[in-house]
């Protein structure tokens, strides 16, 4: 009795798989959410082992004399992050100052990842912005990318950076108008 109810529900399940899949292949917008779903697990799970390998490096890192002391090259001045060619040195850097910038109270909470990209946009298009300290530069570019978090409203923060101009511009390029 025990195995003819654990066949009928091993049925019953399949039997549902195939109906679901005859009626995805109906309708497109079943198929479109399988596809956006399937790429969301993709991008948690490559998210996830990115973690994994980031406190992995962060460990490693931070035991780094020369490490240390390229992170103290960056207080002063961000001339040398064109000449760091490895992704993972870029993020641990960035990881380094959104640390500092936790300690004192202030969130930022977008990867990494997301402000190595931006900033290596923002230093191709201003290389002289390179000649500010880190934490300055990581600073900007979380305003306007509405991530400082430090209490104060995010809008003025970006006018005070940005210029009314520059303000109204970095509105549109993020879609809130």
């Known amino acids: 009795m025990k195995k003819l109810v654990c066949n009928s529900v091993i049925l019953g399940f399949f039997s549902f798989l195939y109906s679901v899949s005859i009626y995805a292949a109906v309708d497109p917008r079943m198929i479109q959410q399988m596809k956006k779903n399937r ?26 004399e020369n490490m240390r002391n390229l992170i103290d090259s960056f207080k002063s001045s961000s001339i040398k992050w064109r000449e760091i060619s490895d992704q993972r040195i870029k993020e641990y850097i960035v990881y380094y100052f959104m640390s500092d910038y936790r300690r004192k109270g202030v969130i930022i909470n977008k990867p990494p990842v997301h402000y190595v990209s931006l900033l290596n946009g923002m230093s191709a298009q201003n290389p002289g912005i390179l000649s500010n300290p880190f934490d300055k530069i990581l600073e900007i570019a979380a305003i306007i990318e509405y991530d400082f978090n430090n209490g104060q409203d995010k809008d003025s923060l970006a006018k005070k950076v940005l210029g009314e101009k520059g303000y109204l511009s970095n509105k549109k390029r993020l879609g809130f108008q």
């Open 39 to 64: 790429a969301l697990r993709a991008q948690r799970q490559m998210q996830a082992g990115r973690s994994a390998l980031q406190k992995q490096q962060i460990i490693e890192y931070s035991k780094d």
